[in-house]
């Protein structure tokens, strides 16, 4: 293996990049129009342009990808995470081509692929199974009659792909027709397949999965587990090793069990089987076939480089260690960094300012415990052809506490701005008292989000007032009133707008008079220690300091009107790029508060945007299909009708 051809982008080709470079294996990447700049794109050997943006016309077109390995000569290709990484048809076109498939046998991919498939090759392992219903009769009446047997609550799943799309709660069999034309929608934008599967739901469990890895020459291990509960729209964003809720003994029961499925369907290589944890008893959720996002997790604990181990396995070498040779050392913690704002919905944008956290923010942790994976960079775009993941930040200490408290310190220390990140949020989620005590359930966001998205606003509240004002006066001082009477200004900071008057006392210092409150002096410190700005419009910035992240805008020069109501129940608007995929009203149809209004599809996932108020539908502006932008106009609203539903 001499050459190997990543058919993938962002920071999982990076991470595959370093590990070959070290290797002294040669790199091919592949990029899309909108990745032509990217990191990724100048690090490897050679660079090929797929030409086109979306992924249908680029990281998922066969034709192209065995097209850049024949003409760079690559003898290999490794597939990275999502996309192709998990599609048999896929993995046996490289082969046939001749190339080295750096992943599990086609077949194998083929059995564990499918949800369905793998539950009913489990079963004859005796792995444990949810009852449900996996069959070749894919209509609504046969779901509503096995929904019907089986009970709820109850999962409705797509049967292809991962990451949690495809998937729908259903706690009333009222819910069900819903449930199901919305998880097939999904299912068929994400993964060209809409076969779906319904099983029963565990309302409390832990999402607890094991790392296998097989050889060629019938040997399979597991290296241990990782707990990866704290998920939103079951996507996770922390995931910890080894789990707070695994001892030894059921770290082998639940070993056994990956084990026997892995070798049940002739695997080879890295795979992941994820179970759903309810007290001592586990279940199987399904198995991934392609290495992990959350990979780096095992790694730390384990000290092995598992893409080193992929390519060893794919040139035929056997595993380096035995069962009883893996060691699992200390505590492991990712966080992923998303671009998206407090309700988890997906920014597109620039990145303005970017800068890692510095090595002294870890001082406490393990020697060597801080990792980051990403291809962040000054410049770089975030577009809505791809998912919202920025990067990955990866904490080892020799316990579970002191990697909790590196990781804050390295969420704090990160600076991403000119588009939002859930920064401040992963830090408030690892200090919050459910998860730092090792009791964090799946749930775990959904009963705690909302506390936990109040206390960081009242923090950027009472710190609001000082970046703002710096941000008017001293970063942009041309805008400074020639006269020594107080300024009115009204700052705009989620949605909210505050009126204040502003006098310029002389030496940078301010005086802020606001209604109900007695006046307080400010004095401008510009650079402002642990306070990063940037300016992402004319008159609105984006600042971060430590665990706060705060955006204000200036509305002074807007009519009190328009300030005030910040497009509040007159209008929707779309708040990222994205497809227009369904639209539940019509106009002059009668809403309630939190009405599902537009549908749109987003790097990957739907997202429903709702009625603020109630109110009757005006006018709708966009139709199925159709591309919106941030800030466009989608449905417009008139007061609510009388009788209207509150």
């Known amino acids: 293996m001499k050459k190997i051809l990543i058919a993938n982008r962002s920071e999982i080709a990076r991470r595959i990049i370093h590990t070959a470079r070290r290797m002294g294996i040669e790199t091919v990447v592949v990029y899309s129009d909108p990745d032509a700049n990217a990191l990724h794109v100048r690090e490897a050997t050679q660079a090929i342009a797929l030409g086109g943006a979306a992924s249908a016309d680029t990281y998922l077109r066969t034709d192209k990808l065995l097209a850049a390995a024949r003409a760079t000569g690559a003898d290999a290709v490794h597939p990275g995470y999502g996309f192709l990484s998990e599609n048999a048809d896929f993995a046996q076109a490289v082969v046939d081509a001749g190339l080295t498939w750096i992943g599990p046998p086609p077949g194998a991919i083929r059995a564990l692929g499918s949800k369905a498939g793998a539950k009913a090759l489990a079963q004859t392992q005796g792995v444990p199974c949810l009852p449900g219903y996996a069959g070749d009769d894919q209509s609504d009446e046969r779901f509503a009659a096995e929904a019907a047997r089986i009970g709820t609550p109850l999962m409705v799943k797509a049967v292809a792909g991962g990451g949690g799309r495809g998937m729908r709660l259903v706690t009333d069999l009222a819910q069900l027709p819903a449930a199901l034309d919305s998880a097939r929608s999904e299912a068929l934008a994400g993964f060209g397949c809409g076969d779906l599967l319904i099983e029963r739901a565990l309302l409390q469990p832990r999402h607890v999965e094991v790392q296998i890895f097989a050889d060629a020459h019938g040997a399979c291990i597991h290296l241990g587990e990782r707990d990866c509960s704290v998920q939103r729209r079951h996507q996770k964003i922390i995931e910890e090793a080894p789990s707070p809720a695994v001892d030894a003994a059921l ?55 598992l893409v080193e181990w992929q390519i060893r396995v794919a040139r035929g070498e056997p595993l380096p260690l035995t069962q009883d040779q893996v060691h699992l050392q200390g505590h492991a913690i990712e966080v992923r960094l998303c671009a998206e704002d407090a309700h988890f919905r997906p920014h597109t944008g620039r990145v303005l300012q970017f800068s890692a956290p510095p090595a002294a923010a870890f001082e406490r942790a393990a020697p060597g415990a801080l990792r980051f994976d990403h291809a962040l960079e000054e410049g770089a775009e975030v577009t809505p052809h791809y998912d919202a993941m920025l990067g990955k930040l990866i904490v080892h200490a020799p316990t579970r506490a002191e990697a909790i408290a590196a990781l804050v310190r390295a969420l704090h220390s990160t600076r991403v701005l000119g588009l939002p990140t859930n920064r401040a949020f992963l830090a408030a989620c690892l200090q919050h008292p459910v998860f730092s005590s090792g009791q964090a359930l799946v749930p775990f966001l959904a009963e705690h989000a909302a506390s936990l998205q109040d206390l960081l606003l009242k923090k950027e509240l009472s710190a609001l007032m000082q970046p703002a004002l710096e941000a008017i006066f001293a970063l942009n001082p041309a805008s400074d009133l020639p006269c020594s009477m107080a300024r009115p200004l009204r700052l705009r900071h989620q949605g909210q707008v505050h009126s204040v008057a502003v006098r310029e006392l002389g030496s940078g210092r301010l005086q802020v008079e606001q209604a109900g409150a007695e006046p307080t002096s400010i004095t401008l410190q510009l650079p402002h220690r642990g306070v990063h700005y940037a300016a992402v419009g004319p008159l609105r910035w984006h600042w971060q300091t430590d665990g706060v992240d705060g955006w204000v805008e200036d509305a002074s020069w807007e009519s009190a009107t328009r300030a005030g109501a910040a497009g509040g129940a007159t209008e929707l608007r779309a708040p990222f790029n994205g497809k227009v995929v369904a639209l539940p009203v019509a106009a002059g149809q009668a809403l309630a508060a939190g009405d599902t209004v537009v549908v749109i599809e987003s790097m990957k996932l739907e997202h429903s945007l709702s009625s603020p108020a109630a109110a009757t539908v005006a006018e709708l502006l966009v139709a199925p299909g159709q591309q919106v932008s941030p800030g466009q106009v989608l449905a417009r609203f008139a007061p609510a009708t009388q009788g209207a539903p509150a």
């Open 251 to 305: 770290r082998e029961r639940m070993g056994a069990c990956a084990v026997a499925l892995a070798q049940a369907a002739g695997y080879v290589g890295a795979g992941t089987v994820e179970f759903l944890l309810n007290g001592s008893d586990f279940y199987l959720m399904e198995m991934n076939t392609r290495l992990q996002v959350e990979h780096p997790v095992t790694e730390a604990l384990t000290g092995l480089d």
